[in-house]
């Protein structure tokens, strides 16, 4: 049956329009909403007509009606707000104007760039120049109706004459907007209206409309020239649009928010710490926590305060601060002077307690309500087998408390540091974050194996600048005192000019760095007996077996894969491996600490040997603890403490007589290890000597900084430095004055160092091991000596930090290395005595290299690096570049845009998405930059279409480009390749969505409370503890995402926790853990759900 109803299901308002334009002389559209992918679906049957008038409602009056009427019910006050917009103002009628051209501008933005498309927008600018096509905006206003109105044209007959018709025109009334949608998918209702009485009701309608509008010609104009298909835009253009949209969340438009709160710690901000404020804060609102991971001596601890002033005076937030214990007293210090109404806590105390494991600070009234946690350091959480991070871990995954996370070596050695740490303030591994896949673990293990790269994800949560790039974007020439020129940068790098840097309107200036190594003969050290003694190391022939850190060799067949003798295996092999090499680097650091470590050796071998012939095999934590401190018990109490903590082994289960025989043997080697050594005295010990004949020149009658990695050594040091040196000291990790010391030592950098130096006169000569190696300033001096030779440059460079510090009163720090010879290589080159060196410590150290600690592995870049070039530079920025952030210097480039070309600045943030250009060049590409949220791709085609690289920085430098530069016609295909990509893009954008909603199963623990839960609400007939348990069952039939919920319910399942015991548990974990307010496990980001969009793209072919 014939019918006028249009709904878009059976009838397509599109078909109708299309088919009746074509004998169609003027039109008139009324619509709400105008979106340039509803006319691109007409614009090629507008050949005929000779007027089209469009008039479109503005979008600033969209729902301020309904909200009146839903929300108050009250006509009176509608007409109030109709009286208002019917008499709106010139101001406010050009307002809604400006407005509806920037949605246009923005549905022009996602438009596909398909050739049809940019046909039909380069069709439509030209039918607004000719006049053909009239666009006002009604601003009085909602336009609600929606009305199409077609003025049939003349039809001719066969002879050329007019044939007369019957009707002037028809109309479509409904509600369908011009938009894709609305004209062909949208539920929506419509009616064609026929008939000259209705066709003349409509024009009538429509004119009066029209008269009362806002012409809008010039901004669909304005629009349509800015579009993708019409801008003319240079390389260089694109270039710096490609910057700015990847850089513009961290750039500073809103300082104003520091100035707030003013006082002390602002003033004391140089530019490039206020800016990592700013950006910190950013992170930190965006995804709970960040890193400020500047290099040493940038004033992380300044930036870290900060921070915590902002969310203090901003949310009234709680900050707990947890440091190294030596830093704790600098904290409290920085707490009472700025405000910053914190507790500081060492890190020390993290410990997991014997009644509430690793969940203790969740109930201590003196953490339990602090909401934001300053981590200093926070590199001493990046393992997580350990009571530390256990208890940190557990606290900040309740309450949603937010973290600031100071550390410059974010990552030791492994990548997986940064993931821990990551974890600490982002529990869960499924993640809003935008990277691929969305899953912290899934994306460091396509890190490890080079899929992905980690400033994809670190660009998002880790602020880390180095020297050189400060001085680089906020230096200041030392002669001219004007900006220091980022692309002239080179004479500063190479020390022929100097810069400084402007904070509280002084000049600060960072120190050089010199590198000397010190050279001395290990073979004179040890009276020429270090090749003996370190053969007996080596665990081949008459040396030491190990036997006591090798059991399991011991154990009979029968029991070896038997608890608790099978882990005695793994445990063995890694403990044989961790002496050997201990006893070789105790041998290379002193005399005193290898004597002192073979003689503490001995002593707890001949106490194990004891216990063996008393029938026990004191194997375990608590019987080493016993046997190191064997002196303190008789012979009689020693065997019976360790008969009540080594139960477990049997000594049956052993070959007792052939263990008893190796730990003998053991012995015999410690014997003769400790006769080699005793009579080497501090005269004869060639290192010590060298030591003290450097303090003794003039060059060193200074302050000193003298580094050690064992505490055995820096005693050893300070009892004969002390003997010619009275104002000297020494510092290790059972010194109880840590904070007097540093206040003596560097009186100048701590600023309460009056209160501190309460006794003792200031020091010269401080020795200490690496207790003193992290967060202190200590820039009074500028000599360090490093008396162990280094195998992984972490610590060489924690310790430079301590004196190489922005504002240091010294032009120059130094640090000599000490790096040992044999007597044959005395005429060697350094390079030589070096390759000896490594190779020497792979023969001793062998496979055992494979069980240490990542920062204790052998770094054979660094070791030249450190005593052969004398330049850590090349190897921090190296590091910098593969590692951490790839945008600094973009963001730093459009900062200097927008302070030195802000017209230019202004064109790039006011450019629409979508631009494009055509480049001149050799071999033909396409570059294409796609975003949806804050999710991003940028790739780089060949002229085929085959993907080049995705790199960010290999983008940007191929992107890179003289201003002037000029465009070019774009190749042909641009558009086809561009939309391939973006489908791809698409497609990846879905796929990172399903990934991140994907639910987990539930656990064997969240079954068992379940059961539990609906078990004893069949039994109860008590209707509020009924609906006490049904919330329960509603909350934790839930996915279960939480590490700490699940450790908690785990805790239930294995105890067997039931009845109201379990409910109460349950109650207390939804409370703790704010469960009622996970509505989803896997919330979004903000942005995560954005469409799509070509951000900009351009075209390379040859000219």
């Known amino acids: 049956?014939?019918?006028?109803?249009?709904?878009?299901?059976?009838?397509?308002?599109?078909?109708?329009?299309?088919?009746?334009?074509?004998?169609?002389?003027?039109?008139?559209?009324?619509?709400?909403?105008?979106?340039?992918?509803?006319?691109?679906?007409?614009?090629?049957?507008?050949?005929?007509?000779?007027?089209?008038?469009?008039?479109?409602g503005n979008t600033t009056n969209r729902e301020t009606l309904e909200q009146l009427a839903e929300g108050y019910r009250r006509l009176e006050r509608v007409e109030v707000e109709l009286d208002a917009q019917r008499y709106t103002s010139r101001v406010r009628s050009s307002q809604a104007a400006d407005a509806t051209e920037g949605d246009i501008a923005d549905s022009a933005a996602v438009l596909d760039q398909t050739d049809r498309t940019e046909q039909m927008i380069v069709s439509l600018a030209e039918l607004i120049a000719q006049g053909r096509i009239k666009v006002r905006v009604y601003?009085?206003?909602?336009?609600?109706?929606?009305?199409?109105?077609?003025?049939?044209?003349?039809?001719?007959?066969?002879?050329?004459?007019?044939?007369?018709?019957?009707?002037?025109?028809?109309?479509?009334?409904?509600?369908?907007?011009?938009?894709?949608?609305?004209?062909?998918?949208?539920?929506e209702l419509n009616v064609l209206v026929h008939g000259n009485a209705n066709h003349e009701q409509l024009v009538n309608w429509f004119d009066a409309l029209w008269d009362e509008s806002e012409d809008f010609d010039e901004h669909l104009m304005r629009v349509l020239r800015a579009s993708w298909a019409l801008a003319e835009v240079t390389p260089y253009e694109i270039y710096l649009k490609t910057l700015y949209e990847l850089t513009k969340d961290g750039l500073d438009e809103d300082v104003g928010q520091l100035s707030l709160w003013g006082g002390d710690i602002q003033e004391q901000l140089a530019d490039f710490q206020r800016h990592a404020v700013q950006r910190a804060i950013r992170?930190?609102?965006?995804?709970?926590?960040?890193?400020?991971?500047?290099?040493?001596?940038?004033?992380?601890?300044?930036?870290?305060?900060?921070?915590?002033?902002?969310?203090?005076?901003?949310?009234?937030?709680?900050?707990?601060?947890?440091?190294?214990?030596?830093?704790?007293?600098m904290w409290e210090e920085f707490n009472e002077d700025y405000d910053l109404n914190a507790r500081v806590v060492s890190m020390s105390m993290l410990t997991e307690d014997e009644v509430m494991g690793s969940e203790w600070m969740l109930t201590d009234p003196f953490y339990r309500n602090r909401d934001l946690v300053l981590i200093d350091e926070s590199h001493n959480f990046r393992h997580t087998n350990n009571q530390r991070y256990r208890v940190l871990s557990s606290y900040l995954a309740t309450h949603e408390r937010r973290c600031v996370l100071l550390t410059a070596t974010p990552r030791n050695s492994s990548l997986w540091d940064i993931h821990n740490q990551i974890r600490l303030f982002h529990p869960e591994e499924v993640t809003g974050l935008p990277i691929d896949p969305p899953n912290l673990r899934e994306f460091f293990g396509c890190v490890e194996r080079n899929e992905r790269r980690l400033p994809e994800l670190l660009s998002h949560l880790l602020i880390r600048r180095?020297?050189?790039?400060?001085?680089?974007?906020?230096?200041?020439?030392d002669e001219t005192d004007q900006p220091v020129d980022p692309a002239h940068f080179e004479p500063y790098r190479a020390g022929r000019r100097r810069a400084y840097i402007k904070v509280a309107g002084g000049k600060q200036y960072f120190p050089g760095r010199e590198l000397n190594t010190v050279r001395y003969s290990i073979e004179d050290t040890y009276a020429g007996l270090y090749d003996k003694i370190k053969d007996l190391l080596d665990g081949d022939g008459d040396a030491l077996r190990y036997a006591r850190y090798g059991l399991h060799e011991f154990v009979k067949p029968g029991k070896q894969r038997v608890d608790p003798y099978h882990s005695l295996s793994t445990a063995g092999r890694n403990l044989r491996g961790l002496m050997r090499v201990m006893l070789f680097k105790r041998l290379e650091s002193s005399v005193q600490a290898f004597r002192l470590t073979v003689n503490r050796m001995l002593d707890s071998h001949c106490a194990f040997l004891q216990a063996l012939d008393h029938g026990i095999v004191a194997v375990g934590d608590n019987a080493s603890d016993l046997l190191r401190g064997t002196g303190e018990l008789t012979?009689?109490?020693?065997?019976?403490a360790l008969e009540q903590v080594t139960g477990e082994y049997n000594i049956d289960d052993f070959h007792a007589e052939a263990l008893r025989d190796a730990i003998a043997y053991d012995i015999a080697i410690l014997e003769r290890l400790l006769e080699l050594t005793l009579p080497i005295g501090p005269q004869e010990d060639d290192k010590l000597q060298t030591l003290l004949g450097m303090l003794r020149q003039p060059q060193f009658q200074t302050k000193c900084l003298i580094f050690t990695q064992f505490a055995d050594t820096a005693d050893y040091l300070y009892e004969h430095v002390s003997v010619e040196y009275a104002d000297s000291e020494v510092v290790s990790s059972a010194s109880n004055s840590k904070g007097e010391i540093v206040a003596r030592f560097a009186p100048k950098a701590n600023r309460s160092a009056d209160r501190l130096r309460s006794t003792g006169a200031e020091i010269r000569l401080l020795v200490t091991t690496d207790v003193l190696s992290e967060g202190l300033n200590l820039q009074d001096c500028n000599i360090i000596i490093n008396y162990d030779l280094h195998w992984n440059p972490v610590r060489l460079i924690q310790r430079l930090g301590r004196i190489d510090r922005i504002g240091s009163e010294h032009d120059t720090i130094i640090a000599h290395n000490f790096l040992p010879e044999l007597g044959i290589e005395e005429h060697l080159g350094l390079h030589q005595t070096l390759r000896n060196r490594i190779a020497e410590i792979h023969r001793t150290i062998g496979e055992d290299a494979a069980i240490l600690d990542p920062d204790e592995q052998l770094n054979e870049d660094a070791m030249y690096a450190i005593y052969d070039a004398g330049d850590l530079g090349p190897l921090e920025e190296a590091e910098d570049t593969d590692t951490y952030v790839d945008l600094h210097d973009a963001e730093e480039t459009i900062r200097q845009l927008r302070e030195q070309q802000p017209d230019l600045y202004q064109r790039i943030v006011a450019m629409p998405n979508g631009v494009r250009c055509g480049r001149s060049c050799d071999d033909g590409y396409t570059y294409v930059y796609c975003r949806a949220g804050d999710y991003y791709r940028l790739v780089l085609l060949d002229g085929n279409g085959t993907e080049l690289t995705r790199q960010t920085p290999a983008v940007l430098n191929w992107l890179k480009c003289a201003p002037d530069e000029p465009a070019v016609a774009l190749p042909a295909g641009h558009n086809e390749r561009v939309m391939d990509f973006k489908r791809d893009f698409t497609y990846e954008v879905k796929r990172r969505a399903s990934e991140r909603t994907r639910a987990p199963r539930s656990?064997?623990?969240?079954?068992?409370?379940?059961?539990?839960?609906?078990?004893?609400?069949?039994?109860?007939?008590?209707?509020?503890?009924?609906?006490?348990?049904?919330?329960?069952?509603?909350?934790?039939?839930?996915?279960?995402?939480?590490?700490?919920?699940?450790?908690?319910?785990?805790?239930?399942?294995?105890?067997?926790?039931?009845?109201?015991?379990?409910?109460?548990?349950?109650?207390q974990i939804h409370n703790q853990f704010r469960l009622d307010m996970d509505s989803h496990p896997n919330k979004a980001d903000d942005?995560?759900?954005?469409?799509?969009?070509?951000?900009?793209?351009?075209?390379?072919?040859?000219q």
């Open 1 to 56: 049956m014939q019918h006028d109803i249009i709904d878009n299901r059976t009838e397509k308002l599109a078909d109708h329009i299309r088919t009746i334009l074509p004998g169609t002389a003027r039109a008139r559209f009324a619509v709400g909403y105008f979106f340039l992918s509803g006319l691109e679906h007409v614009a090629d049957v507008l050949d005929g007509v000779s007027e089209l008038r469009l008039l479109i």
């Open 139 to 187: 601003t009085r206003g909602r336009l609600h109706a929606k009305a199409y109105i077609f003025d049939y044209g003349e039809v001719m007959n066969l002879q050329g004459e007019i044939i007369p018709r019957a009707e002037a025109g028809i109309g479509i009334v409904g509600s369908s907007n011009l938009s894709l949608a609305g004209i062909s998918s949208n539920t």
């Open 283 to 329: 992170m930190i609102d965006r995804h709970s926590g960040c890193f400020v991971a500047d290099v040493v001596g940038l004033g992380k601890t300044y930036i870290g305060a900060a921070i915590l002033k902002h969310f203090v005076e901003r949310d009234r937030a709680r900050p707990l601060i947890i440091c190294p214990a030596p830093l704790v007293s």
């Open 466 to 477: 180095t020297r050189q790039h400060v001085l680089r974007w906020y230096g200041y020439d």
């Open 635 to 640: 012979d009689r109490e020693l065997i019976k």
């Open 1003 to 1067: 656990t064997r623990a969240q079954t068992y409370v379940l059961d539990e839960m609906r078990r004893l609400y069949s039994e109860t007939r008590n209707e509020q503890f009924r609906q006490s348990i049904d919330l329960l069952v509603r909350t934790f039939s839930r996915p279960v995402v939480r590490i700490a919920v699940r450790q908690a319910l785990n805790r239930l399942w294995r105890d067997q926790v039931v009845g109201l015991e379990l409910v109460r548990a349950l109650r």
């Open 1087 to 1102: 942005g995560q759900d954005d469409l799509p969009i070509i951000v900009c793209s351009e075209g390379g072919s040859a």
